[in-house]
């Protein structure tokens, strides 16, 4: 069992807007903003897509942006593209004896 | 460029031992924490273990805890991960990770069977 809880997945059609939700406690995600979300394309390398909770690095498109409310992190993709499907992991510094988890992960379906 | 590469991968007996390297380029390598990173096939990521810029401190996921060592080579460019006591849960792809996860190889595949 993932330290953090994501949706097995989530579905949308082109051009709206889905959310995908990661769900930790006080010693993870509430507790630090150092929330990361990674984009994974079936056979490749994780990508990542936000930082620091509400952070994008160079190169990501601006429909796709972070948040956090307490102990929950959300991913929002807006304007969804053919090229989104794929899976999407969080990930948060924790205060355990592992300073890094995931989440189990959520496939988006673009319809 | 930024590139990550990793290599030492292969099939291994349960209780055999292998060591992966990874060869990084285009980077100041001695400025950055670096990290292993797992995926059993078919499933999600596993953080496995981290270290500091100077290798003062290392961190791992309590699975491999007395198992695996991360070490590297600044001179070298080079991070490392010795695997002893090989488990088939330990089958995974191994990443090698920059950072905070801005720059990731492309894997090696560890695959544990008899």
């Known amino acids: 069992q993932s330290a953090l809880t994501q949706p097995a997945s989530v579905s949308g059609s082109p051009g709206q807007s889905i959310t995908i939700s990661c769900t930790g406690t006080?010693?993870?995600?509430?507790?630090?903003?150092?929330v990361s979300w990674y984009q994974q394309h079936p056979g490749k390398a994780p990508k990542l897509m936000i930082y620091?909770?509400?952070n994008r690095p160079s190169g990501v498109s601006n429909r796709f942006s972070g948040s956090k409310s307490g102990n929950t992190a959300s991913l929002t993709i807006s304007g969804l593209q053919a090229e989104d499907e794929a899976d999407y992991y969080c990930?948060?510094?924790?205060?355990?004896?592992?300073?890094?988890?995931f989440g189990g992960g959520t496939k988006l379906t673009v319809l | 460029e930024v590139q990550l590469v990793e290599s030492g991968g292969g099939l291994v007996q349960p209780g055999g031992s292998l060591r992966l390297s990874c060869a990084a380029s285009?980077?100041?390598?001695?400025?950055?924490?670096m990290s292993w990173v797992r995926q059993a096939p078919g499933k999600g990521l596993e953080w496995v273990a981290n270290?500091?810029?100077?290798?003062?401190?290392?961190y791992y996921v309590d699975s491999v805890k007395g198992r695996f060592t991360i070490s590297r080579d600044d001179a070298k460019n080079s991070l490392y991960l010795q695997m002893n006591s090989l488990r088939a849960e330990d089958t995974a792809v191994y990443y090698c990770?920059?950072?905070?996860?801005?720059?990731w190889g492309q894997g090696t595949l560890v695959t544990v069977s008899s």
């Open positions: 990770v920059r950072g905070r996860g801005n720059y």
């Open positions: 285009g980077f100041t390598f001695s400025n950055y924490w």
């Open positions: 270290i500091k810029q100077d290798g003062s401190e290392k």
């Open positions: 006080s010693s993870d995600v509430g507790g630090y903003n150092y």
């Open positions: 620091e909770v509400t």
């Open positions: 990930s948060s510094y924790t205060s355990s004896s592992t300073p890094w988890v």
